[in-house]
């Protein structure tokens, strides 16, 4: 009697035993996480589709879609996480990492996504230094300072580094852009024993995420806009200390409600405040930033 080898081929695929028959598929040397996650994305994704009774030619057009993503996803695009992020997900996993996992209680400095920009070994520069290259003279220039300090115990942390990146006022970030210098509008500064850091960088603008791939063409057909609210990103990173990937946001941005990748927290919106008597910068803007140690 092989009616049990068969079931998978004979059962209905609207009927839930061909899902379980394609979850049991799974063989033993499947590690328990990765079985209790693919159980559940294979759950998952065979509901929607019978919930939405996706066609050939629908799946189709998925396919193709993540095809191209993959396609443009070299370290000047990153197009599957910019596709992952103009769906909310990359901001929902950092929730889930951050927040359930009952770490932000203790983090004071709200964490926010990475994104597809960063890139490692950003120019070192010793406090106070500019990472404003090409003297963009437009740019409203800014000086931002502040500390990076023990959560716990209030006291300053030393040697801390502050891995900082922003867009240029034509809104693209320095490796999208062949007109930059390579490295612009990017830096790594390590505070002191007072736990402070000063730089100067520019105010961002808002700007409108890649929209010539698949994210762009996503967004095009649900009649969403494209714009990020202006946005610097640090990670934050001290011996001893939990790594903090985040981004501050500009209060006066008229998308700060409104963020293609719903990456905007309360806590992380700041004020450019107008900056008097230094021929450098127009604006200063103060943040301490909080660490939790191991
Ligand atoms: C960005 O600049 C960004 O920071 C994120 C998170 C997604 C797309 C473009
Ligand atoms: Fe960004």
């Known amino acids: 009697d092989n009616s049990d080898t068969l079931k998978a081929t004979k059962t209905s695929r ?41 066609t050939v030619e629908e799946y189709m057009a998925g396919v193709a879609m993540i095809n191209g993503a993959g396609k443009m996803s070299d370290a000047k695009r990153n197009e599957g996480q910019l596709l992952t992020d103009v ?16 770490e932000a209680v203790d983090i004071p400095t709200a964490t926010a996504i990475l994104g597809p920009f960063w890139r490692k070994d950003a120019p070192v520069y010793a406090m ?16 931002m300072s502040g500390r990076v300090l023990d959560f716990d115990t209030g006291e300053p942390i030393e040697n801390a580094e502050i891995d900082i990146w922003h867009t240029a006022p034509n809104g693209l970030y320095e490796q999208q852009d062949p007109s930059q210098p390579d490295m612009n509008l990017r830096g790594r500064f390590y505070t002191g024993s007072d736990g402070k850091y000063n730089f100067y960088c520019l105010r961002p603008t808002s700007y409108p995420i890649p929209m010539d791939g698949p994210a762009g063409k996503l967004l095009t057909l649900l009649d969403r806009h494209a714009m990020r609210p202006a946005h610097i990103h640090f ?44 021929p450098r910068a127009r604006f200063g803007l103060e943040y301490d930033f909080k660490l939790v140690s191991y």
């Open 87 to 102: 769906l909310g997900l990359e901001t929902l996993v950092d929730e889930i990492t951050y927040t359930l996992a009952g």
């Open 235 to 278: 990670i934050l990173s001290a011996e001893g200390y939990k790594p903090l990937t985040t981004q501050i946001f500009d209060r006066r941005d008229r998308y700060i409600d409104d963020d293609v990748v719903f990456a905007v927290k309360d806590s992380l919106v700041v004020d450019f405040l107008p900056r008097e008597g230094d």
């Open 14 to 54: 609207f009927d839930p035993a061909f899902t379980d028959a394609v979850i049991n598929a799974t063989g033993p040397k499947a590690s328990p996480r990765l079985r209790q996650v693919m159980a559940s994305l294979t759950r998952h994704l065979h509901d929607f589709c019978r919930e939405n009774e996706i």
């Open 128 to 143: 106070g230094e500019s990472i404003v290259m090409n003297g963009i003279p437009e740019g409203d220039h800014t000086f």
